[in-house]
């Protein structure tokens, strides 16, 4: 059974930082493109970044772009992503994503939609306090 487990979540003061991770397993992702995305109360699902399948290209929602660093760790089968100078905006419940197949997109806007990835997690908030 394929599981996305993530972690790192919790309060922190605006202008902190925090490190989620995502463990997989299952099956190996060293193959398949990998996101974060987050849902604030009342708000829909917003994409944050996410990592080609070969680890090659990275991408970023504007709104975190500087301050979000996302990685990949393939020998241990985990997501990353580096939080910095959090503001409370950032505050929302945090999923990791994954894609089942080794497909290189060709429109970068792939990435940025929820088709493309067929497994989640099931989140982690992040409450960032002013």
């Known amino acids: 059974q394929v599981q996305l487990v993530e972690s790192g979540g919790g309060l922190v003061q605006a202008g902190g930082s925090l490190r989620l991770s995502c463990a997989a397993s299952?099956?190996?992702?060293?193959?398949?493109?990998m996101g974060w995305f987050r849902q604030a109360r009342g708000k829909e699902r917003e994409f944050v970044a996410a990592?080609?399948?070969?680890?090659?290209?990275?991408y970023y929602a504007d709104s975190v772009k500087g301050r979000f660093t996302i990685s990949r760790d393939t020998a241990k089968n985990t997501l990353y992503l580096q939080m910095n100078s959090l503001k409370p905006e950032d505050t929302a419940v945090y999923y990791c994503?994954?894609?089942?197949?080794?497909?290189?997109?060709?429109?970068?806007?792939?990435?940025?939609?929820?088709?493309?990835?067929?497994?989640w997690g099931q989140g982690t908030q992040v409450t960032v306090s002013s």
């Open positions: 299952g099956r190996t992702f060293s193959s398949s493109a």
């Open positions: 990592v080609s399948w070969s680890g090659t290209r990275t």
């Open positions: 994503a994954a894609d089942s197949k080794p497909t290189t997109y060709t429109k970068s806007s792939s990435y940025y939609t929820p088709d493309i990835y067929d497994y």
